[in-house]
C-alpha cells in the first residue's frame, strides 16, 4: 500500500500527501498500519485475548476491536472515563464486541495490570498492546512507511525536501525519523504538536528513537539524532482534541477541494499547522509530503456536530 498522490502547487511548494487513511483495513490510518505488526507479533504466539489502552475517540482502539474480532479473540479496553463521550469509534468498538473498561485516568496503568493478571488467573493467554500502539513494533511500521517514501520517490524521480505529520504519542514520527538516519537521507521531518508541549513531548520521542536504534544494535552520533528530531508545539490549538476557527476551515477545505476527510483533532490541527509553518518560514520551491495518518471515523464526528 503506497498511495501518495501529487495534491497542489502552491506559492512554488508542491504539496504531496502519503493516504494511510487508505490502507485498506476498519479505515485504515497509522493506528492500522501498527496493529498488524502487533498481530504478527501475536501470530507468532498462543494468544487468545488482547489487552490494550485509548479512550472512545480512540483510532487505535477501534482498529485493533477489529482486528481481534476477526481473529476471534477477546479484546479488553481500558479507558479514561474523562474521554468516555460516545463517537464513531467508541460504536465500532462496541460493534466488534470489545469489553471497555471506563476508570479514573489515574487508575489506568492498574487497571491494566490487574486485569492482564486476573485473565491469566482464568486461564486466559492476554496480550498488551501498549496505547496508540507505542513501542518499538509501532515505531518499526513507521519505518517501513519511511521505505515507501523512498521507494515512490525513486520511482517518480523526485525529492522531498520536507515530510509534516500529526504527532501524538510519538512512534508514527519516531520510525520516520529513524528511517531518514538509517537511510542517510536528511529529509526535514516536522511533527506537528496535537497536544504534548516541549520539552516533554520532543524527549518521548526521542526516546522511542534510540530506544529502537538500540534494538537494532545501530549507533548514531547523539547530536544527529537531537538535530534530526523537530517537535513544533506551535500549533495545538489548546490541547488534545480543542480547536480554532483555522482547524475548522482546513478540514472544510479539503473535503471541498481535494474530497480528502480530515478531522478536528490529528490530521486538521497538523494540515493546518504546516500552512502556517510554510508561509511563517517563507518555504519556497520545495517538495513537501503531508503524512494522512488516518483518523476518518472523527471526520464523520466532526460532521455531527458540525
Ligand atoms: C494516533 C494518531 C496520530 C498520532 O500518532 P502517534 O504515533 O501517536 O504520534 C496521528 N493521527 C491520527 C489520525 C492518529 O489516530
Redesign the pocket.
Known sequence: MNTIIHLIEKENNSIYIKR??LIPFSFG???AR?AALFFDEIDKGSFDTVVTYGSSS???SRVVSNMAFQKGMECHIISPEESSYETYNSKLMKKMRANIISVPVESVSKTISLKMESLQNEGKRPFFIPG???GNI?TQA?VDCFQEILKYEEENKIKFDYIF???????????LVCGNLINDRKMKIL?IS?ARKNPFGRKV?IDSIKEYLESKKLNFDEKYIQDSTVFLDDYIAGGYGKYDEDIVETVNDNIRKYGIPF?L???GK?YNGMKKYIKQNDLKNKNILFI????TP?FFDFLNND
Open positions: 494511510e487513511d490510518g497509522n493506528k501498527k480512540s483510532n487505535h496508540g500502539g507505542h509501532g513507521y505529520l500529526a504527532s501524538g504519542t510519538g512512534t508514527t514520527h519516531a520510525g511533527g496535537i520521542i478531522d483533532t490529528y490530521t497538523a494522512h495518518t488516518g483518523g472523527l
